[in-house]
Nanobody, 118 residues
């Protein structure tokens, strides 16, 4: 079992940046691929990015790969999502996922709200 806790969400103006964090506990974090997903109001949850256990392989949704960067620090049991050039359409609840590839989703965090004002 893996427990995931997201943080770093908030309100930001369009064009701004945010860095989300996901802290993991429980079973060995190092061996789990990790990912980020988001869900906007009235829409289904969608894949954002994922990273393998060692951090040398990443995947991105096409619409976000030029603005978002996923990374991880296994010593801190934490995965990050750096989001730049934010747009109003990036407004959503962002969820951290663990386990499975290429879209890690065996375990979920509770989500963190990101709101981009135009």
């Amino acid at each position: 079992q893996v427990q995931l806790v997201e943080s770093g969400g908030g309100l930001v103006q369009a064009g701004g940046s945010l860095r989300l964090s996901c802290a993991a506990s429980g079973r060995t974090f190092t061996y789990y691929p990790m990912g980020w997903f988001r869900q906007a109001p009235g829409k289904e949850r969608e894949f954002v990015a994922s990273i393998n256990w060692s951090g040398d392989s990443t995947n991105y949704a096409d619409s976000m790969k030029d603005r978002f960067t996923i990374s991880r620090d296994n010593a801190k049991n934490t995965v990050y999502l750096q989001m730049n050039s934010l747009k109003s359409e990036d407004t959503a609840v962002y969820y951290c996922g663990a386990g499975g590839w290429p879209q890690p989703s065996d375990y979920w965090g509770q989500g963190t709200q990101v709101t981009v004002s135009s």
